[in-house]
């Protein structure tokens, strides 16, 4: 059994201490990007994989979205900044109708981990809403995340809001779709297509040279 399918027999099973406890004997020691990119999205997406094959319910599905929320809460919680708190903010949320969050939650603390404000706005987020949020906040950055396909409309309607916000903020687009589709026909000078967490990391960072022109 792989490590993965291991992990995800105790988020099924709704044992969140054995998952912790797991995850914290990895030799040699992971770091937190490591525990997100490695363990818990592929455990994750093996689990939406047993849902989608009808070998598991949707309560199954549920409880171990909850086991795993716990455990990147706890994760969190543990993490060191890498830098002091700063003045950058971001704001990060889910477009209408798209209801994983988990991945949102992993960008929300690697922004944290590098001392930015986060204002996380969770999945289903409505249009008007959330631009409403923006707008009292005024982030420098957007992060928007979206999984299936034939949610592009939506996504396109988003961006082309955000892109005319009069700040002018960087919008950041991630999640499954970004991962699985060609999305380089939204990216521009101002939208960036993000596809994994070592992206979004080396962005922030401000090491890459262009993550649009590999994505």
């Given at each position: 059994?792989?490590?993965?399918?291991?992990?995800?027999?105790?988020?099924?099973?709704g044992?969140?201490?054995?998952?912790?406890?797991?995850?914290?004997?990895?030799?040699?020691t992971?770091?937190?990007?490591?525990?997100?990119e490695?363990?818990?999205?592929?455990?994750?997406?093996?689990?939406?994989?047993?849902?989608?094959?009808?070998?598991?319910?949707?309560?199954?599905?549920?409880?171990?979205?909850?086991?795993?929320?716990?455990?990147?809460?706890q994760?969190?919680?543990?993490e060191?900044?890498?830098?002091?708190?700063?003045?950058?903010?971001?704001?990060?949320?889910?477009?209408?109708?798209e209801q994983?969050?988990?991945?949102?939650?992993?960008?929300?603390?690697?922004?944290?981990?590098?001392?930015w404000d986060?204002?996380?706005?969770?999945?289903?987020?409505?249009?008007?809403?959330?631009?409403t949020?923006?707008?009292?906040?005024?982030?420098d950055?957007?992060?928007?995340?979206a999984?299936?396909?034939?949610?592009?409309?939506?996504?396109?309607?988003?961006?082309e809001?955000?892109?005319?916000?009069?700040?002018?903020?960087t919008v950041l687009?991630?999640?499954?779709?970004?991962?699985?589709?060609?999305l380089?026909?939204?990216?521009?000078?101002?939208?960036?297509i993000?596809?994994?967490?070592?992206?979004?990391e080396?962005w922030?960072?401000?090491?890459?040279?262009?993550?649009?022109?590999?994505?």
């Amino acid at each position: 059994m792989d490590d993965f399918s291991k992990l995800a027999k105790l988020f099924l099973e709704g044992n969140e201490d054995d998952a912790i406890h797991y995850l914290s004997q990895m030799r040699p020691t992971p770091n937190r990007l490591h525990l997100y990119e490695q363990f818990l999205t592929p455990t994750m997406y093996h689990i939406g994989e047993l849902w989608e094959r009808n070998e598991i319910s949707v309560a199954d599905e549920h409880l171990a979205t909850a086991v795993c929320d716990f455990v990147l809460s706890q994760l969190d919680s543990m993490e060191k900044r890498k830098v002091e708190k700063g003045t950058s903010k971001a704001l990060l949320f889910g477009i209408e109708e798209e209801q994983h969050y988990l991945g949102l939650k992993m960008v929300a603390s690697t922004f944290r981990v590098y001392g930015w404000d986060v204002r996380y706005l969770g999945p289903n987020l409505p249009l008007d809403h959330a631009l409403t949020q923006v707008n009292r906040y005024k982030p420098d950055v957007i992060g928007v995340s979206a999984a299936l396909s034939y949610r592009l409309p939506i996504l396109k309607d988003v961006i082309e809001h955000l892109i005319q916000l009069d700040w002018s903020p960087t919008v950041l687009i991630g999640g499954r779709m970004a991962k699985e589709y060609d999305l380089r026909s939204f990216a521009s000078d101002r939208v960036i297509i993000v596809k994994d967490l070592h992206q979004l990391e080396a962005w922030i960072e401000g090491n890459e040279e262009d993550i649009n022109a590999t994505s």
